[in-house]
């Protein structure tokens, strides 16, 4: 007999590499949410509508919204009933990945929405590890598909012909086409 005590089913994984899954918010058009500690790219018609029904389903969280030159239209919010006292919109100018990672380094935001055209792999791996850190869910809402790897889950937005106003979905869906957590 062993005089090694038996090891919990935790210590056992950490052993062998498997790592816990994510820790996600809850959302209504992801059945598996959206990932806490990773980037998720958004792509598609819609991203921003995607963007806001996430943030309207959690009235609570604090945001930061990034761009390089602010096109986003803050009343828009309020229609989408997300309260503007918790975002912190950021025009970023050329400094979008040091704008993310002081916002990530923070440690305030939850959430943090990037829309952003340079952003490469290396200002990507930088995003994401500082988001592993702060356990903030990154959106990166991008005009087409980039599938670099720092990113966790890829999202396909677009909207439903069918839709009639009053849907609480704004009449989107979202494809999930890689995850990767």
């Keep these: 007999m062993s005089t090694k005590a038996a090891l919990s089913l935790d210590e056992l994984k950490s052993l062998v590499g498997i790592k816990a899954p994510k820790e996600t918010f809850d959302f209504s058009l992801l059945h598996e949410g ?4 990773a980037i998720t790219e958004v792509i598609g018609n819609g991203k921003t509508e995607f963007a806001l029904a996430l ?7 604090r945001v930061a919204w990034i761009e390089e030159s602010l096109s986003v239209y803050p009343f828009g919010f309020l229609q989408r009933n997300v309260q503007l006292g918790r975002v912190l919109f950021v ?10 990672l ?4 923070a440690q305030v935001f939850q959430i943090v929405v990037l829309y952003s ?5 290396s200002h990507l791996r930088k995003i994401q590890l500082a988001a592993e850190k702060s356990q903030a869910a ?14 966790s889950l890829q999202v396909q937005v677009s909207r439903n012909v069918s839709y009639t106003p009053g849907d609480e979905a704004e009449g989107l869906t979202g494809q999930v086409l890689r995850r990767r957590y």
């Design 34 to 37: 959206v990932p806490k500690g």
């Design 138 to 151: 990154v959106l990166w809402l991008t005009p087409e598909s980039r599938a670099l790897w720092p990113v």
């Design 117 to 121: 055209e340079s952003l490469g792999l």
């Design 55 to 61: 943030l309207a389903e959690h009235p609570e969280t």
């Design 102 to 105: 002081q916002v990530l380094k």
């Design 91 to 100: 025009e970023s100018g050329t400094e979008t990945c040091w704008s993310a």
